[in-house]
């Protein structure tokens, strides 16, 4: 018998081992489940377009919990790590494309130049621009 088949027959679920958050339901990972929706809708996200409370309100919880999960989960807020997703995103555009650096700093979710570079330098130890002829000098060698 499935338990919808149980339901329908008049059962009720066991207050005490509770069927429906058996292992692999988003109820048995319990915040870890929270964690893990906001990852994947980090990534699936448009990066100019991702406000943290905006993603706490589409996972039904506050910016506040949000943080706190994710200090307790990921070790990192979640504004670290969107912007890890930018700088990686810009560090293989960079890398891999010949675009102007100031459309790759657009296109990654910056909203200015100043600060994709800025954080270009802070993360590579490098400008965008040396960072981008350092792989020009990697390649031909």
């Given at each position: 018998m499935t338990t919808h088949e149980a339901e329908l027959a008049g059962y009720r679920a066991c207050k005490r081992c509770r069927p429906e958050s058996a292992p692999g339901t988003p109820a048995w990972k319990g915040t870890l489940a929270h964690v893990s929706r906001a990852l994947k809708l980090i990534t699936q996200s448009s990066p100019k377009s991702l406000k943290i409370n905006q993603l706490a309100n589409r996972l039904g919880t506050s910016d506040r919990h949000l943080r706190r999960l994710f200090a307790r989960h990921v070790g990192l807020s979640p504004q670290a790590v969107i912007m890890n997703n930018k700088l990686n995103t810009a560090q293989k555009l960079i890398c891999q494309t010949s675009e102007p650096l100031s459309k790759i700093?657009?296109?990654?979710?910056?909203?200015?130049?100043?600060?994709?570079?800025d954080a270009i330098k802070k993360r590579f130890g490098l400008s965008p621009t040396k960072l981008r002829s350092q792989k020009e000098g990697n390649t031909t060698s």
């Open positions: 700093a657009f296109t990654a979710g910056f909203n200015s130049i100043r600060r994709f570079n």
